[in-house]
Nanobody
């Protein structure tokens, strides 16, 4: 059974940092991604990386503040978020692709990040 389990969300003040974690189990994946959805808005891409190699991509708003990384031994992907802003408030989701060219096949349940001003 495939599972993606996020953790690490919470309530922080503007300027603070958070590190989200996503533990993947049940099969191997080619690509892991982070997405977010704010109230009343569509889900949007945040960052992604391959399970092998060092290829990463970031949304413009994430560049310079967010870092995606992985620990292969722990089957865990992280999203380090620094200099958080109130507009970063959202539910953050971990997602996984089976192949590089596929859509994201699996999604986690999400973890709430709230940034107060």
């Amino acid at each position: 059974q495939v599972q993606l389990v996020e953790s690490g969300g919470g309530l922080v003040q503007a300027g603070d940092s958070l590190r989200l974690s996503c533990v993947a189990s049940g099969r191997t994946f080619s690509t892991m991604g982070w997405f977010r959805q704010a109230p009343g808005k569509e889900r949007e891409f945040v960052a992604r990386m391959r399970w092998s190699g060092s290829s990463t991509n970031y949304a413009e708003f994430a560049k310079g503040r967010f870092t995606i990384s992985r620990d292969n031994a722990k089957n865990t992907v992280y999203l380090q978020m620094n200099s958080l802003k109130p507009e970063d408030t959202a539910v953050y989701y971990c997602a996984a692709k089976i192949t590089i060219t596929s859509e994201y096949n699996y999604w986690g349940q999400g973890t709430q990040v709230t940034v107060s001003s």
